[in-house]
DNA sequence: CCCCAACCGTA
DNA sequence: GTACGGTTGGGGG
């Protein structure tokens, strides 16, 4: 090796596991075998080979090896035998892929180097410092920042999964001191997870700071005296000797003895056959093509190497064996028994759409994304080409770039785009982006700040030639989080037709499995991290509106968005036929965007001049009520803090009944001070009354003026469509969903929210309809029977439990009735029943109890449902909806009970979710089919309830329209037992209405 | 300025 | 006992 040669070195064992937890479990070979890791594994050294060809990138290995750890017991346990000690094992799945790795290092034709008692990390060093003595460059292929310490100007590191170089002022950037004091500040802050101990309390930024003004560790230890803080003085002195451990153990070995030398890490060319011959034994059928095309092979011919798997636990085997893979409840083996079981048949060519949502999610996981070939669009004529390109595939992801995250506020700023690059480049698989600058200023740093900026097609020629292609309904629009785009494209005058919504599809195939973000499903699936909005906009006080941000930063950001959501499309997709999903997403999902869409553009009107007499109302009757407390307390204190009020009831005033909550603090819930008044102390009830008043003035009669939209002068919730895991949706700035009505004092707040002169609003609302969804699922035939009767169901319930007649039942019988029903439908437990009804759990239990005699057509429904949720992970509703139970099985009692009744409640819950979604989607059409689209228009959901607003003379016409679509709305997809029924009313404001 | 716990409004 | 979102206090930085 000589200077001008250039060594990679790849971390092997730090790469195993980044990709066995960035690429999902999904990758498994078809007997079971996963094999995730080792397909991240190979894709990166793909790339890092292919690169190596490429000239034009300039960096070129000319020798290269790839690096793992032997065992775990190392030099470094001597010294401080907890080193690592906290390490637990391999996840199972990851134990037969180390043996497999080092099988495809030698299937690239890659020296594959390990040193027993030493780390990778040790022997990488080892070689770094031998070639850069000879006056070579090196790359370390890793992202650990154990390996930060080796950078020189003559030895980089590159972060390969996310394509991206780690030179001497990323370190210093992200660590605030130079690489050569890194060993310096790791012996400070230590490291939890190779249980480094470093220096207790001190973390990178204080350890940065000390390092700078001692210079170095052992300075600094010397002249710890002089340190001003006196806590942390005493610390640094006390800790000394563990820093000088900690030191020994992150500082690298550069004299590891090593059996290759450098000029045998010399670039082989690659054995084509060889390689593909392990690639095929793996199943990667892309990446195989991918080489038989560069090597110029022919895949057909060439066998599936015979690959030894190593279990390294024999009583893995038999369990992953082909065939019984549906118990375990993990996304791949879900989507394998979905696949087996109720997936469409194969296509002609043999491939199902199980096989197509594999290989896909295979392509993209790990696959690199070049943020370099993003392309800002500037001028009309380069904007009407890509236009053309994405007519010619009928498929392009975008994505709007505005000034604010609301919707109804948000001014355009700029448009991505994103197509697959067949047509721009023939032959390419690729995914080409571009970002169309359309009202960026000029920085505010700039002399002439706040000026537009030059080169930007003028935002109406941009539009008319954009609206065009969104229009289309021949190409389809991708889009991540679609209704907010659909908005503030419809703002400014453009309808979208035809679209997928990448989150929704998530949302669909995953609920319950985290949030569908399009930045948490990029790791997930494409085990990328796209630019965080706040790298290009700041955050906080100093974050500015996207049309401040500089177009070539932006380019970046904005083209990678719609690079990705492409890329996720492409993995999604396929899944939603594999998992049997296709129908849930295109008639429960999708048609909702537009409908939704319009709710929230439309808004409701809420009087301010109510809200502010309410407001004064409520301020004077708190203030009359908080100085009685005070009086009553014998002292003034924060009434608004549970930690003060506790410490007065239970510690001063020695009131007996306290219960802590799980902080330990007392708690000063509504229930425990009800409990309390019910003992005759007077202060509690006033601590009680107090809450209700403060909490509807500054929730409701304070905030909600300030959610009125300047222009339209109406209020703008908006909705989530994939924020639950039980198929309901969410609304927020502001919740409209969670405007009071119990309580008279309440109620008043409803009575802002009124209708336009010359109209009404008229709320819709089921009745009992997750009692009646649970009378159908369950099949109970005295419940289905008082449906069908219309008799009083609580009343019935109560009945049949206490053998009262419904004649002149005590109220307090039907009471402990209508609790249990809703016991019932929240996956019941004496413990709870026992709170609800203030009774001991004993006869709480005797109830359940009785209940499950009585009907115990119900009780065969929890069982089954929690079987079917312990066998598939999942419950789904009556239509098809999935919600993912991943904890169900959990080892923690209290954890299991919880999964299990929230997987109880869900099929239930989405039920009644999914009848309401199908009303709203049917609704429009059928306002239209009656004339009536102009003069109703449907503003809120809260549930099972919607409101419209209606012109007074419509309302007639309106009514039975919408009660019988929302009646009638779960056919014909389920033809329900039980009917379903629907109360409307029209008033003024929403409290009469409702 | 950000995060969490406690509390409470709805279905 | 289910599902949410918003406000406040309080601790940490």
């Known amino acids: 090796m000589k200077k001008g040669d250039h060594l990679f070195l790849v971390d092997g064992s730090g790469f195993i596991f980044r990709a066995f937890h960035a690429i999902p479990a999904l990758n498994r070979k078809s007997d079971g075998l996963p094999v995730n890791a080792v397909s991240g594994f190979c894709n990166m ?8 060809r490429n000239t034009d990138v300039g960096v070129t290995p ?18 401080y035998p907890l080193y690592k000690a906290n390490r637990s094992a391999p996840p199972e799945d990851l134990i037969p892929q180390f043996g497999l790795i080092r099988h495809a290092t030698r299937a690239f034709n890659l020296p594959c180097i390990e040193t027993e008692g030493f780390e990778a990390d040790d022997i990488i060093a080892t070689y770094a410092r031998q070639a850069e003595a000879v006056g070579a460059d090196v790359t370390i292929v890793s992202s650990d920042k154990d390996l930060m310490q080796l950078l ?75 340190i001003k803080q006196i806590k942390r003085r005493e610390n640094i002195i006390a800790n000394a000797e563990l820093a000088r451990v900690s030191r020994q153990l992150v500082e690298l070995r550069t004299d590891v003895p090593l059996d290759m030398k450098l000029e045998d890490l010399v670039l082989e060319p690659q054995d084509g056959p060889k390689l593909i011959g392990f690639l095929k034994a793996m199943e990667f059928t892309t990446l195989t093509r991918r080489v038989a095309e560069v090597c110029d092979c022919d895949a057909g011919a060439i066998d599936a190497a015979v690959v030894p798997v190593e279990w390294g636990d024999a009583a893995r085997g038999p369990d992953l064996d082909a065939g019984d893979v549906s118990t375990s409840s993990d996304t791949a083996t879900s989507a394998l028994s979905a696949a087996s079981s109720s997936a469409p048949a194969a296509s002609p060519d043999g491939k199902t759409p199980a096989d197509l949502a594999a290989s896909r999610a295979n392509a993209f996981a790990g696959k690199p994304i070049d943020r370099s070939a993003y392309v800002t669009i500037r001028d009309i004529e380069t904007l009407e080409l890509w236009i053309a390109a994405a007519r010619e595939t009928g498929l392009v992801a975008f994505d709007t770039e505005t000034t604010s995250l609301d919707p109804m506020q948000a001014e355009l700023v700029g448009v991505s785009l994103a197509i697959q690059d067949n047509v721009l480049s023939p032959g390419s698989t690729d995914i080409r982006a571009a970002y169309i600058p359309l009202t960026h200023k000029t920085g505010v740093g700039d002399l002439l700040g706040g000026g537009h900026a030059e080169g930007q097609i003028p935002m109406k020629e941009a539009l008319a030639a954009l609206k065009g292609l969104l229009e289309d309904p021949s190409v389809l629009k991708v889009a991540q989080n679609l209704k907010y785009d659909y908005l503030v494209m419809k703002r400014h005058g453009v309808t979208l037709q035809s679209f997928d919504d990448t989150m929704l599809m998530s949302y669909v195939l995953d609920a319950g499995k985290g949030n569908h973000g399009m930045d948490g499903l990029s790791e997930k699936w494409l085990g990328h991290t796209p630019i965080p909005y706040k790298d290009v906009a700041g955050s906080g006080k100093s974050s500015v509106t996207f049309d401040l941000v500089d177009i070539d930063r932006a380019t970046a950001y904005a083209a990678e968005d719609a690079d990705v959501t492409l890329r996720l499309w492409l993995v999604l997709k396929p899944r939603l036929a594999a998992e049997g999903l296709t129908r849930i997403y295109e008639r429960l999902e999708r048609p909702l965007v537009p409908v939704l869409a319009h709710m929230e553009e439309r808004g409701i009107t809420v009087d301010r001049q109510i809200l502010s007499r309410l407001s004064g109302e409520l301020a004077q009757k708190a203030a009359a009520t908080e100085d009685e407390v005070y009086e009553l307390a014998g002292e003034r204190f924060n009434i608004g803090s549970p930690k003060q009020l506790g410490d007065i009831l239970f510690g001063r005033m020695g009131l007996p009944g306290g219960s802590k909550t799980k902080t330990g603090q007392w708690s000063t819930s509504a229930q425990v001070l009800e409990d309390l008044a019910a003992e005759g102390a007077p202060l509690p009830r006033k601590i009680v009354d107090w809450r209700q008043l403060t909490k509807l003035k500054s929730t409701y009669t304070d905030a909600l003026p300030g959610y009125i939209h300047p222009q339209t002068k109406r209020v703008h919730t908006g909705y989530s469509l994939a924020s639950t895991t039980t198929g309901r949706l969410s609304s927020s700035e502001p919740n409209l969903q969670n405007i009071p009505v119990r309580t008279a004092e309440g109620r008043k707040i409803r009575t802002a929210f009124i209708s336009t002169p010359g109209h009404k609003l008229l709320s819709a609302d089921y009745s009992q309809i997750e009692l009646r969804v649970l009378a159908h699922v369950a099949e109970i035939p005295q419940l289905r029977q008082a449906f069908a009767d219309g008799i009083d169901i609580h009343a019935m319930t109560a009945s049949e439990m206490f053998g ?17 029903n809703f016991g019932i439908i929240y996956g019941i437990s004496a413990f709870g029943l026992a709170n609800q009804l203030s009774i001991e759990r004993s006869e709480a239990g005797e109830y359940i109890k009785k209940y499950f005699e009585r009907f115990p057509g119900i009780k065969d429904y929890m069982e089954s449902t929690k079987a079917f949720a312990r066998e598939h992970g999942y419950v789904e509703t009556i239509f098809g909806r999935r919600a993912h139970y ?24 989405g039920s009644a979710a999914d009848v309401i979604r199908r009303a709203m989607i049917q609704i429009e059409p059928a306002l ?44 014909p997809a389920v033809s329900m037992r039980v009917p379903l029924k629907v109360d409307a009313r029209a008033a003024h404001n929403w409290d009469e209405a409702h």
């Open 152 to 226: 020189t100007p003559n030895v980089h590191m590159y972060d390969a999964m996310k394509d991206k170089q780690i030179g001497i002022p990323d370190v210093i950037e992200k660590w605030g001191v130079a690489p050569e004091k890194m060993i310096d500040l790791q012996a400070m802050t230590g490291d939890s997870t190779d249980n480094v101990p470093g220096i207790p309390g001190i973390g990178p930024k204080t350890a940065a700071q000390l390092l700078e003004e001692f210079g170095d560790l052992e300075t600094l230890l010397a002249r710890a005296g002089e």
């Open 928 to 971: 239209v089919a009656a004339g009536l689209s102009e003069r109703c228009r449907m503003l809120l959901q809260v549930h099972d309830e919607l409101i419209f607003e209606v012109e007074d003379e419509a309302v007639d016409a309106a009514m039975p329209v919408i009660v019988d679509i929302m009646e009638n709305a779960a056919m």
């Open 886 to 909: 991943p904890e169900i099985k959990s080892s923690n009692p209290s954890m299991r009970a919880f999964n299990e009744r929230a997987a109880i409640n869900a099929p239930i819950q």
């Open 804 to 820: 009262v007649p419904v004649e002149g039942m005590p109220s307090e019988v039907r009471r402990r009735a209508k609790a249990i």
């Open 62 to 79: 000319t020798h290269l090896a790839v690096i793992f750890d032997y065992s775990s017991t190392t030099f470094r346990k001597e010294i």
């Open 45 to 52: 050294l793909w790339k890092l080979l292919r690169d190596a």
